[in-house]
């Protein structure tokens, strides 16, 4: 705010800057130019899906999206695949899209033998529910209805156990293996 008080008293003539009265009149015309300032950041944040907040439910309604989710993240994942699959065309590619918006990513995408199949190669045992459902919800929004989805998460095996020393071992949970 100093720097369009600077601005504003500079771009006075020199006689009215010490005037006590167009000093007041200047300092409550900074504070309402201070807020429309602060208002316009905001809103231009909105623009943005990674920091889009109260805009959020807005684009929901726009996009047909009733969220069913919690978290913020996890609606802007929602609507970020929304976006990437209004393409058209469903191919591995736009599914890929679709996937690589969801919050947790690292999803591989694959069509092996008339099937799609969806592997995760990020984190190990089985997703989130809630973030596993909305993925899934995406996903089966865009493909056809014709195509079967198959989803094969990511363990740790005996081999990459084998070579662990304890101290890494303990910072898995016993979901994440492979029995």
């Known amino acids: ?19 006590a009265w167009v000093i007041a009149l200047l300092s409550a015309i ?10 316009a950041d905001e809103t231009a944040q909105q623009m943005f899906l990674d ?3 109260w805009a959020l439910a ?12 919690a978290g ?17 065309k469903c191919d591995v ?3 890929q899209r679709v ?8 999803v591989d995408v694959d069509f092996v033998d008339g099937e799609i199949v ?15 459902a909305a993925l899934q919800s995406a996903v089966q929004e865009v493909i056809p209805a014709h195509l079967a989805v198959t989803y094969l998460y990511r363990y740790l095996l005996v081999r990459e156990v084998h070579g662990m020393v304890i101290s890494t071992l303990q910072t898995h949970t016993i979901d994440e293996f492979a029995f």
């Open 72 to 88: 913020v993240e996890e609606r802007r994942s929602v609507l970020q695949a929304k976006w990437r699959s209004a393409n058209g």
């Open 1 to 19: 705010m100093a720097h369009e008080w600077d601005n504003m008293l500079s771009s006075l003539p020199t006689a009215y800057r010490k005037d």
């Open 118 to 132: 969806l592997r995760f190669v990020g984190a190990y045992g089985v997703p989130d529910a809630d973030a596993l």
């Open 58 to 69: 807005i684009e929901e309604r726009i996009a047909g999206i009733t969220p069913a989710a």
């Open 30 to 39: 900074a504070d309402v130019d201070s807020a429309q300032r602060a208002d």
């Open 51 to 53: 920091s889009m907040t």
């Open 99 to 106: 996937c690589d918006s969801w919050q947790n990513g690292e």
């Open 93 to 95: 590619d736009l599914i």
